[in-house]
């Protein structure tokens, strides 16, 4: 026995799961106890991914929720919408700490999952008591957690660009619109008509305009910081890259504002808090500039001509927007540095 927390990661054999394998390889207090397939127990995992190959020498186990409480101590679950519904309140049952990386447990209202994921909501109880893991903004819910709702990837991106301002007052909260982009792996490993080579390469198009399942995620966090209901227009667009989200947000201004006052205020909001950073005036972040990495960059404005701001936010969706903020809240949730594992410069170029 090492004497770490023992990891299981169920959906690892998808890019959320080899993502988060990717990080616990790093984490000083983690071992990864299991690698967990629904289709394909019993082969080697790196068969699927041989950038792996004698790096992770297991095979791939079958949903066990009896397995899993004798070799592991933390389950991930980077499954598809609907696996979690069911299966946390089972290893919440069975004593295991859960970090869902899925959308199944983010919305407190199930008839709001429900209308937006088309999907059974989870029984009230876990979605109250699932704690919902925007570590800069609710990270002192997390300590001592035992189940982990992880923000989705837009929503990570936007909020983190829009709370500070809603946090003050200083933004209308009736005129936010936030327009995203983002790589194509954040539609998963599976295949799609839109992600085929010769679909998005040179190629940019919106999709899910106006009932992309985020919108309500992000709007539940906005109205919980503003103290007010607070309703959006987000639209995603899809682009011909691999990784990474730029958010681009606008909203009016209450009364009016330098940009250095408004920098100021991210500068607070988020001081101590490594993962955001924020750019200096006039200067803009690059998904290339927080590539493979925990970070969110932000950069912000004022337009005096119409009283707007705008907020430029970026991550990379499978780090910031998955895998990483799920560390993260294992490092809160255990007491840790929330850094642990996560020590990752950007990958540049
Ligand atoms: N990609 C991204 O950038 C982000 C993804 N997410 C969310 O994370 C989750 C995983 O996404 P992603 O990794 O991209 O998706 P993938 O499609 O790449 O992987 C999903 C994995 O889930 C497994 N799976 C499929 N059906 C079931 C089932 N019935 N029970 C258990 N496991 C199943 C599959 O593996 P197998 O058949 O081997 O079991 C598959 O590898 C999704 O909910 C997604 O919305 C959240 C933020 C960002
Ligand atoms: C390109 C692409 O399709 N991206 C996905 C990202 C959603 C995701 O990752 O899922 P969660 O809802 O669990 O966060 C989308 O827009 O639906």
């Avoid at 925007?134 to 709370?163: K, Q, R, Y």
């Avoid at 004022?302 to 969706?317: A, H, K, L, Q, W």
Wanted: glycine share 10%; charged share 20%.
């Amino acid at each position: 026995m090492s004497g770490k927390l023992r990891a299981a990661i169920v959906g690892s054999t998808g890019y959320g799961g080899v993502e988060l394998i990717r990080l616990l390889l790093q984490h000083p207090e983690v071992d990864i106890a299991s690698v967990i397939s629904s289709s394909n127990a019993g082969a080697l995992y790196a068969e699927g991914y041989p950038h792996l190959s004698e790096i992770i020498t297991d095979r791939l186990e079958a949903i066990d929720v009896e397995a899993m409480k004798g070799k592991a101590d933390v389950v991930f679950l980077a499954t598809p919408h609907g696996v979690s519904t069911e299966l946390s309140p089972k290893l919440v049952e069975a004593g295991l700490k859960v970090i869902d990386v899925s959308g199944d447990l983010r919305l407190k209202r199930g008839d709001v999952y429900e209308k937006w994921y088309k999907h059974k909501p989870a029984d009230p109880a876990y979605l109250e008591r699932a704690v919902y893991g925007l570590c800069e903004v609710f990270g002192s819910d997390v300590l001592g957690a035992d189940l982990i709702a992880n923000p989705g990837c837009f929503p990570t991106a936007t909020a983190l660009g829009l709370v500070p301002l809603l946090a003050e007052g200083w933004i209308d909260a009736e005129t936010i619109v936030s327009d995203a982009k983002t790589g194509v792996s954040g539609a998963g490993r599976g295949l799609g008509l839109s992600y085929h080579y010769s679909e998005i390469n040179e190629n940019t198009l919106a999709y899910k305009v106006n009932r992309h399942q985020h919108t309500p995620e992000i709007e539940q966090t906005l109205s919980r910081v503003a103290g007010q209901q607070v309703t959006m227009t987000f639209t995603t667009h899809l682009l011909p890259m691999t990784r990474g989200i730029l958010v681009t947000s606008y909203a009016k201004l209450t009364q009016k504002r330098t940009d250095e006052e408004v920098l100021d205020l991210f500068r607070n909001y988020y001081e101590g808090r490594r993962f955001v950073r924020i750019r200096p005036a006039g200067k803009w972040p690059a998904t290339k500039e927080v590539l493979g990495s925990n970070y969110c960059d932000i950069g912000v404005s004022v337009d005096e001509r119409t009283n707007r701001v705008t907020v430029i936010s970026v991550i990379d969706n499978l780090v910031k927007g998955a895998a990483g903020q799920a560390v993260q809240n294992l490092n809160l949730m255990m007491g840790w540095d929330e850094g642990l594992g996560l020590a990752f410069t950007p990958v540049y170029p």
